[in-house]
Nanobody
Framework: VQLQASGGGLVQAGGSLRLSCAASGSIVSINIMGWSRQAPGKERELVASITSGDITNYSDSAKGRFTISQDNAKNTVYLQMNSLKPEDTAVYYC??????????????????WGQGTQVTVSS
């Protein structure tokens, strides 16, 4: 199973970016997908998450500016980030709680992280 994140980059304050994360591999079902971020010298923090039933959760810093969505047919989660601020600068990681195929007919739950994509917001 792989989570492939894309869409990061350099943007001026007030601008927008859209991150994408596609899950691929021996996936039976996706329970929840989300985005976390880690700025230099800081701990990783949850930004937003979305369940298979489209229930969303946002950090206080993301509320009102970021929107998480998903395309179930593509096993892809998106993070639309508007009104970006310099303090949003960080490496953004997608993550997912999945049920994956094991040997034979077995399945099991597992948690995966993507490789991270850099978001830099200039003032």
């Amino acid at each position: 199973v792989q989570l492939q994140a894309s869409g990061g980059g350099l943007v001026q304050a007030g601008g927008s970016l859209r991150l994408s994360c596609a899950a691929s591999g021996s996936i039976v079902s996706i329970n929840i997908m989300g985005w976390s971020r880690q700025a230099p010298g800081k701990e990783r923090e949850l930004v937003a998450s979305i369940t298979s039933g489209d229930i969303t959760n946002y950090s206080d810093s993301a509320k009102g500016r970021f929107t998480i969505s998903q395309d179930n047919a593509k096993n892809t989660v998106y993070l639309q980030m508007n009104s970006l601020k310099p303090e949003d600068t960080a490496v953004y990681y997608c993550n997912a709680d999945l049920r994956v195929r094991g040997k034979g007919w077995s399945t099991y739950p597992s948690h995966y992280w993507g490789q991270g994509t850099q978001v830099t917001v200039s003032s």
